[in-house]
Every structure is written in structure tokens, then in C-alpha cells.
Nanobody, 127 residues
């Protein structure tokens, strides 16, 4: 059975950094488009970033562009989200997810396009 696990969340001050990791069992992440999403209290889940498996293309939401970087380590079959210059508005539960039907990220990925999800990791940014 496919399982995803996110890790690396925590509490940081505004301007700090965190590195989130996504790992899975039951499939190889390197074969699929992998997205990072987040959900803040009282808010809808939004797409933050995505990495393609076929051509290396990536997507970033306007709110995180220039601050967050998504990457893969195929030797470890792990996907990372490096988050720099964090702001209080970045506070949310962060999820990784796989789209098993495609290898290239869609424009502005939406939750319903992704098939497998992790349990989420909490990121809290204090001012």
C-alpha cells in the first residue's frame, strides 16, 4: 500500500528557514510529478510547489516564489522543499502528494489532481 511521509516542520522565527522532506513506500517518487501543498487554519488547501520527473520543470506559487525551492534526490528517492525567508503567513500544515497519471507538473496544481498524500507536517513562523 502506498504511504507518504512528510518531515522537517517546526517552529521558526520570521526570516528563518526550514527544509521539508517527502518520502514514500509503495512507489518511486522519481517517476511522478510531486507537489507540495499547505493548509492554514480556516483556509483552503493551496498548491505551493511542484517538481516534474520527466523534464525537471518546477512550479511555485506567487506567494513563495524566490523564497522556496523544490528539489529531488533520486538516489534517496526523496523530494525536498527548502523554505527561506519565512513569514508568519507561511504558517500551515504542509503536505506532499503525487500525481500518478503524469510526469510533468500542471500549471497551478490543484489538490484534486493529486492521488496520494502524506499526513502533513506543521510549520509555524513567529513574528
Amino acid at each position: 500500500q502506498v504511504q507518504f511521509v512528510e518531515s522537517g516542520g517546526g517552529l521558526v522565527q520570521s526570516g528563518g528557514s526550514l527544509r521539508l522532506s517527502c518520502a514514500a513506500s509503495g512507489l518511486f517518487l522519481q517517476y511522478y510529478a510531486i507537489g507540495w501543498f499547505r493548509q492554514a487554519p480556516g483556509k483552503e488547501r493551496e498548491g505551493v510547489s511542484c517538481t516534474s520527473s520527466s523534464d525537471g520543470s518546477t512550479y511555485y506559487a506567487d506567494s513563495v516564489k524566490g523564497r522556496f525551492t523544490i528539489s529531488r534526490d533520486n538516489a534517496k528517492d526523496t523530494v525536498y522543499l527548502q523554505m527561506n525567508s519565512l513569514k508568519p503567513e507561511d504558517t500551515a500544515v504542509y503536505f506532499c502528494a503525487a500525481n500518478i497519471l503524469r510526469t510533468v507538473c500542471p500549471r497551478a496544481p490543484r489538490s484534486y489532481e493529486f492521488d496520494y498524500w502524506g499526513q502533513g507536517t506543521q510549520v509555524t513562523v513567529s513574528s
